[in-house]
């Protein structure tokens, strides 16, 4: 138990004890006995409480043992789905409208069983409009309550948006996360009209609570991610997250026999730029110079801070003479540039340091060495200049 609190967090855990917790009291679809009697642990529509108990700690298990790759989610849907013999389980996230500021759903994640169409390539299941086409919806699941039923017993709005996809019958569960209305769940029976129980409906509640928890834990750890891979300041990627990624691309490099370039960056003068203008000046300049970087680099190129003013980028594909030449668009960008500041205006200009590894070459700490020798060369020739390594040296 305690490796467990280590491994998932006391969050994590707590949402999963609740979550198995409440789902001792429910059970799902009913099987008969030997002699057609009922089984006493069984709901008139439902599994054995022991089917879906066992189905719910398989999802959780699934969920929270993922580290937060949300890649897992669509396996913890199919538990779901095949402990209740739904056809197709899915998950939909609230955001707004970025104009409007109008509720929308988008499908995030979905099941489907053997036979039955995916609805997540769908355009009309991106960016649903509660008001417009869930209308009678909304303030139920506002109030925490699910939504149940026949499809052809339905209002019109909504039994026009579900026939399409042929669903006979439909539970929906709403999901909340930190007190807030976050989205949806759903189960879609297309083969029967089904009706749903109650034990079915608060076992499958329980399951919301579930995800809910499961994707509240994926979300902190990719934002964590994002913060340690991501450089505060001007939005590249660490030093930390950049010598990872450039020795992959390196010994990715290697393996297929492709060129890949390096270049070092570094401001000229910078230490000026705060002496006269100020720190905040300094960090709009750094900040102003990523963005210029972007302008110019494609897409599939990794840039990254590696210091105080010191900017490094992997070019993929790129032999010595287009790294160079990259890099001599680069300096002439950033040197017609004006900086706009509160403490006033100035140019910035960069020195360039290109290298590219001797053929088979590996050594990411050896390529950084010559790349970052050629910056200095650059910066004793003047500044303000592109210069590049002996691949060979």
């Known amino acids: 138990m305690i490796d467990w609190i280590g491994h998932w967090g006391p969050g994590i855990l707590a949402g999963l004890l609740i979550g198995l917790g409440c789902g001792w009291f429910v059970f ?20 054995s409480r022991a089917t879906v108990l066992h189905a719910l700690a398989r999802a959780a298990r699934i969920l929270f043992s993922a580290e ?66 869930l209308p009678n919806w909304r303030p ?41 209305f976050w989205g949806l769940i759903g189960f879609d029976d297309c ?31 990719e934002e964590l991610r994002r913060l340690v891979s991501t450089d505060s300041l001007t939005g590249v990627s660490s030093r930390r997250a950049f010598i990872e990624q450039a020795r992959e691309s390196l010994e990715r490099a ?28 300094g960090d709009q300049a750094l900040v102003r110079f990523a963005q210029l970087c972007q302008q110019i680099l494609r897409d599939d190129d990794i840039i990254g801070r590696t210091g105080g003013e010191e900017f490094a980028v992997v070019l ?20 017609s540039s004006r900086i706009d500041t509160a403490a006033g205006s100035f140019r910035l200009s960069v020195s360039i340091g290109v290298a590219m590894p001797a053929e088979g070459e590996r050594s990411l700490n050896r390529l950084l060495k010559r790349a970052d020798d050629a910056l200095y060369t650059a910066k004793r020739a003047g500044r303000n200049r592109v210069e590049t390594a002996d691949q060979l040296s």
């Open 28 to 47: 799902k679809r009913r099987r008969p006995g030997r002699d057609g009697a009922a089984n006493p642990d069984d709901d008139q529509h439902g599994r």
């Open 68 to 133: 937060g790759n949300d890649e897992v989610m669509p396996s913890a849907l199919a538990v779901l789905g095949e402990a209740v013999d739904a056809d197709r389980v899915y998950v939909f996230e609230n955001h707004r409208d970025p104009d409007s500021g109008e509720l929308l759903a988008s499908m995030r994640y979905e099941w489907c069983g053997e036979g039955v169409s995916a609805e997540i390539d769908n355009p009309d299941m991106q960016a649903m409009s509660y008001d417009g086409l």
């Open 140 to 180: 139920i699941f506002e109030a925490r309550q699910p939504v149940a039923g026949l499809v052809e017993d339905m209002q019109p709005a909504e039994r026009d948006l579900l026939r399409p996809q042929g669903i006979l019958s439909i539970l929906v569960v709403p999901i909340f996360l930190d007190g807030a």
């Open 191 to 221: 083969s029967s009209r089904r009706t749903w129980g109650q034990a079915e409906v608060d076992a499958l509640e329980v399951a919301s609570g579930t995800i809910g928890g499961a994707i509240r834990s994926m979300r902190a750890e």
């Open 254 to 281: 290697s393996r297929r026999g492709e060129p890949v370039s390096l270049m070092i960056m570094d401001l000229d003068h910078f230490k000026s730029i705060n002496d006269n203008h100020g720190h905040p000046a």
């Open 316 to 335: 993929h594909g790129a032999g010595q003479a287009q790294a160079r030449r990259l890099a001599e668009s680069l300096r002439r960008h950033v040197e």
